[in-house]
T-cell receptor
């Protein structure tokens, strides 16, 4: 299930299940969005991106959905594996403004074997 | 390709001392580097944007005299935490991109853990 901790929401799923991680972004002018995975003690790792002229993009085992009407992003991970356990962040950017990324709150994904 | 390194990976220092953190792009030229700070269980907060050969642009609330940023070459940016105090203890992460102003990919370093005693 999903819960909200003091700072970081957590999502716990069973291995093999699909995971859905949600993110609300803040700037309606943002036109480029990225999902990152961060393992403990490491820097963020790029997963998938999407531009605002799209509402869905698929990668290997991952899909990003964008709903600009409600400023919402989601990351779907198919057949979640223990190696997917990490903190996932969405980030938004306004193209042409120096490449500045604004990160969302983050969600900690825990995969139970 | 597109590897970014940080040095040191972790540092412990006494309160009042200064600490320098290096960020290097190993296989590309980074016109822009970004510095972030991350407290435990929190998100990355952008501190400043650094363009090679010019002064860094700091985010609101970040003291430029405390967090000195130098981007003297296309492969190296440094962040110096001056007169560090325990509240500066954090995870500092840099990223680098190879073009300016557009939709550029940022490559992140592995982070530097700073502990101020």
């Amino acid at each position: 299930g999903e819960s909200v901790g003091l700072h970081l929401p957590t999502l716990s799923v069973q291995e093999g299940d699909n995971s859905i991680i949600n993110c609300a972004y803040s700037n309606s002018a943002s036109d480029y969005f990225i999902w990152y995975k961060q393992e403990s003690g490491k820097g963020p790792q790029f997963i998938i991106d999407i531009r605002s002229n799209m509402d869905k993009r698929q990668g290997q085992r991952v899909t990003v959905l964008l709903n600009k009407t409600v400023k919402h992003l989601s990351l779907q991970i198919a057949a979640t594996q223990p190696g997917d356990s990490a903190v996932y962040f969405c980030a938004e950017m306004v193209i042409g403004q120096g490449g500045k990324l604004i990160f969302g709150q983050g969600t900690e994904l825990s995969v139970k074997p | 390709g597109a590897v970014v390194s940080q040095h040191p990976s972790r540092v412990i220092c006494k309160s009042g001392t200064s600490v320098k953190i290096e960020c290097r792009s190993l296989d590309f030229q980074a016109t822009t580097m970004f510095w972030y700070r991350q407290f435990p269980k929190q998100s990355l907060m952008l501190m400043a944007t650094s363009n090679e050969g010019s002064k860094a642009t700091y985010e609101q609330g970040v003291e430029k005299d405390k967090f000195l940023i130098n981007h003297a070459s296309l492969t190296l940016s440094t962040l110096t935490v001056t007169s560090a105090h325990p509240e500066d203890s954090s995870f500092y992460i840099c990223s680098a991109s190879s073009s300016g102003g557009g939709q550029e990919t940022q490559y992140f370093g592995p982070g530097t853990r700073l502990l101020v005693l």
